[in-house]
């Protein structure tokens, strides 16, 4: 299967609202602190990571700065890892970044058919601009069940429950959880991922009011800025993330050997 390589393109730095600026390096380190896999080695500043297959990020090696090897022997050392965890080979790779294109040339291609998307977006934006009251963080079993399904595997418990500054929030009616959505406080970034709302309850505004809710949460905590990841095709997301003064920061693909 052939592709298409989007031409490099300058990477810039965003200041968060207090000053402080986050590099695209910086920015994805922080991300992945904030969603911890099951199993992390690193390689030079490159992170391996697995979660028995839960999520992309969690189940791929992040690529930024220097393996502190060749490119293609750290890719090989990558895919020993992956095949001692059980996992599909994968290379998270910031668009444009200076590994993207001898990870390339080492024989590897955009995981097209990757099942969250071949392209994710990094959206940034002041959690000052839209937080509105504080959540509540509330371990239910209605949150899991929205967030991960109704099976929650040690994997999701550990990406999912790690960490000191975790906020499991939600909306609910009754006994029943009908919006959740998780945060997690690293340095001063608000990391949001696993926003979900119950079909049967969309379209009323609980996406925007559970964002405002754990963006209060997140500077109670000492964050200012949130941070996420939206695949590129989910515009109604992007929308909504953009209506809350979020702005894309930068973008990542998949890479995997071109023999997979």
Partial sequence: MCHVTTPAR?????????????TVDHLESLCARAWPALAEVPLGDWLMRAAAGFTGRANSTLTCGDPGMPVPDALRAAQGFAREHGIKPTAHVVNGSPPESAIESAG??????????????????PL???AEGEAESRDLPGWWELTAGPEVSAAQRHV???GDGVCF?????????????????????????????RPSHRRQGLARRLMGELAG???AQGATTCALQVAEHNEPAIRLYEELGCT???????WIPAGS
């Fill in 128 to 130: 000052e601009k839209f």
């Fill in 217 to 219: 949460w997140g500077l």
């Fill in 169 to 197: 929030a939600s909306i609910t009616a009754g006994d029943t959880v009908i919006a959740a959505v998780r945060g997690a406080v690293v340095e001063d970034v608000l990391h949001v991922a696993r926003l979900a709302v």
């Fill in 248 to 254: 894309e920061h930068h973008r990542y693909r998949y």
């Fill in 108 to 125: 590897w291609r955009i995981d097209l058919d990757h099942p969250g998307g071949a392209e994710s977006l990094v959206m940034t934006g």
């Fill in 10 to 22: 300058k990477i810039s730095s965003q200041p968060s609202q207090d000053g402080r600026v986050h």
């Fill in 160 to 162: 999912l429950g790690s």
